[in-house]
């Protein structure tokens, strides 16, 4: 028998918008008015603007993994495992579940926020040699790569593998990209010091992007800032550049160089989950289609916000445009979901998401950073101030801030040890082992699944 009389709040996702979504449900319902349900692959929430620093060192990837058990008030059931498809029809998640079991979970109400994937093209080796930078364990390991190719270039005398194994290539001049390659040249700087068989000028770092400037949000005064404090440091920028392919000892740029390299790091852009297509909805650029109170047209109580939902940008007049995927987007859209969930529930209307922007922030290691809050245009140290006071702020337990706080002042004072941790002792981890794209059913699939459940006797 049905023992379930609540209505039930299904939020897949712990990234920034579904982990803000699930806190202010546990804060403004009751016991009684609804059972809320998270599905996540980890119990943690991921700090993803830090990752280039974990990847350097500056950070221990704790620090940045923010404990979702300890950051709940205990209310909220954790399914550790991915969702792999959604019958908006029947209200049902098909999940696979941590020890590999596919359940379907039913629901009255679903927050959608799985987050994206890696966007990667169709490019002769790409997922078979390069390295993403989206997960902990992804950062963990470049770090160590890096570093294992300090040791195997010092203890090798054939100058070819010198030469590839000093050169490394970083893909996309975006956020991630730029502050993935400004980190790690700063961690092989400081390190080279230590190999006194390593000849500095060997050392070299590669950040192209097919665009025609560099983190063009920033706006022309501040992307040329950053792209000439990163010349300054060594690192080769080639605009209008891409990769034709890629090898296990050598990328060729678009432009017909060949660079040899064991390092080729992708951060070219991310695309919405493949759980958004299971849905068989509506979709702008891969996200779905839902209005401004992030609702999904003809579906009441099915929400999408953050990477997944193609969010109206009302603050800027309606004129068509969809709020980018960043974490300040995403974590404000958490609250608004959370409101209007509670609303739906108790039959109230509905709000708007708006929100204008606070500014951008980048952090290039060291004192460098250029950042634009409200605004207003800063270099430097007050620039450095402003992007790591920002991420700090935005830390959700006083132990993640302790703890960044502290890793912050150790590397400050003392640096690195550039130390491996042992991850190079397992397979390489590249792209192709990260994102389970061939996890996700389709839409037919999923319908199938939930019907044929459906038939069975109870």
């Not at 297509?277 to 509506?282: H, K, N, Q, Y």
């Not at 702020?393 to 302790?402: D, E, H, P, Y």
Request: with cysteine; charged share 20%; net charge positive.
């Amino acid at each position: 028998m049905n023992t379930v009389t609540r209505p039930r709040i299904l939020v897949v996702g712990a990234g920034f918008a579904g982990v803000e979504c699930v806190r202010r449900l546990e804060r403004k319902l009751t016991r009684e008015e609804a059972d809320v349900t998270l599905v996540t692959p980890f119990s943690y929430q991921l700090y993803l603007p830090l990752l280039p620093q974990v990847a350097s060192g500056v950070l221990t990837p704790q620090s940045i993994a923010v404990s979702l058990r300890r950051s709940s008030k205990y209310r909220t059931r954790i399914i550790p495992g991915g969702a792999i498809g959604v019958d908006i029809k029947a209200k049902v998640c098909v999940i696979r579940t941590i020890n590999d079991e596919i359940v379907n979970e039913p629901y009255d109400y679903i927050v959608l926020s799985p987050g994206s994937i890696t966007r990667t093209f169709d490019i002769p080796g790409l997922t078979d040699h390069a390295f993403g930078m989206k997960t902990l364990a992804e950062a963990a390991y470049i770090r160590d790569h890096v570093i294992t190719q300090l040791d195997l270039a010092d203890a090798s005398d054939d100058p070819a593998e010198k030469a590839s194994r000093l050169q490394f290539v970083v893909v996309g001049g975006g956020y991630a990209g730029t502050e993935t390659a400004a980190c790690l040249q700063k961690l092989t700087h400081a390190a080279v010091k230590r190999y006194p068989r390593i000849d500095p000028g060997l050392i070299k770092w590669h950040l192209i992007d097919i665009a025609p400037k560099l983190m063009p949000e920033l706006g022309d005064k501040l992307g040329k800032s950053a792209q000439q404090i990163l010349t300054r440091r060594g690192i080769d920028i080639s605009l209008g550049v891409s990769i034709a392919k890629a090898g296990p000892e050598e990328v060729t740029f678009t432009d017909g160089r060949v660079v040899p390299t064991r390092t080729l790091i992708w951060t070219a852009g991310v695309v919405a989950s493949p759980l958004i297509a299971t849905l068989g909805a509506e979709t702008i650029r891969g996200r779905l289609a839902v209005t401004s109170d992030m609702n999904l047209p003809g579906h009441d109580g099915v929400f999408a916000l953050g990477d997944a939902g193609a969010v109206p940008d009302e603050a800027k007049g309606g004129d068509g445009a969809i709020c980018p995927p960043t974490a300040q987007h995403a974590m404000r859209q958490g609250k608004v979901v959370a409101d209007n969930v509670i609303a739906t529930l108790r039959n109230q209307p509905l709000k708007s998401y708006v929100h204008k922007d606070l500014g951008l922030v980048v952090d290039l290691g060291g004192k460098d950073a250029v950042s634009k809050p409200l605004g207003i245009e800063l270099r430097g140290l007050p620039a450095q101030v402003v992007a790591r006071g920002y991420h700090w702020s935005a830390l959700r337990t006083n132990v993640a801030k302790v703890r960044v706080a502290t890793n912050w002042t150790l590397n400050a004072l003392a640096g690195d040890d550039f130390v491996r941790t042992g991850f190079q002792a397992r397979k390489p981890a590249t792209l192709k082992d990260f994102e389970y794209t061939d996890s996700y059913l389709s839409a037919e699939q999923v319908r199938d699944r939930v019907e044929g459940a459906g038939t069975q006797e109870p």
